[in-house]
């Protein structure tokens, strides 16, 4: 059973990480995090979860500005040839979420490290990140050095990288 949002808070708690979390009505897009998100403050995350042909499996946590060439990207983050989004059911059975809900914060979920993670480097420039907490019913700001202590306490290295062109 995947974590909840619940457990996630705990966990980030457990680690001695103060965070906040702004409930809104389902994000499903970034054009709908813009529109409905209000005034929170920090760097807006887009998420691609991606596989490449030998089923090594990524996960890109960018700005939500960033435009990523799919076409290439492999070259960045070691991929073996090009990747493709993962299918619906890889991404919950990994990071346990949904399409729409996927989140860094999903890594709590890939017991088994089969998740390669990369935050990219412009991303990380902010003091401030912005996720949703396993749910795209909310939005949880953490603090930038927050965010990799989470994503190492999860067993992951935080891979931060230029993922941008």
Known sequence: MPKTREDLIAFLRGLDIQTTTVDH????????SQALRGEIAGGH??????????DNVFLLTVDEHAEIDL???????????????GKPELLMELLGV???????????????????????????ENDVINGHPLTNEATTSIGRDD?????????????VLKLTA
Request: aromatic share 8%; no cysteine.
């Open 25 to 32: 009505p389902p994000l499903f897009t970034v054009e709908d």
């Open 45 to 54: 995350t887009k998420n691609l979860f991606l596989k490449d042909k030998k």
């Open 71 to 85: 076409k290439q990207i492999h070259t960045r983050i070691g991929g073996s040839g090009r990747v493709s989004f």
């Open 98 to 124: 949904k399409p729409g809900a996927v989140t860094i914060f999903g890594l709590i979920n890939d017991t088994g490290g089969r998740v390669t993670a990369f935050l990219d480097a412009g991303l990380m």
């Open 147 to 159: 965010l990799i202590r989470f994503v190492e306490a999860t067993g992951h290295k935080a891979n």
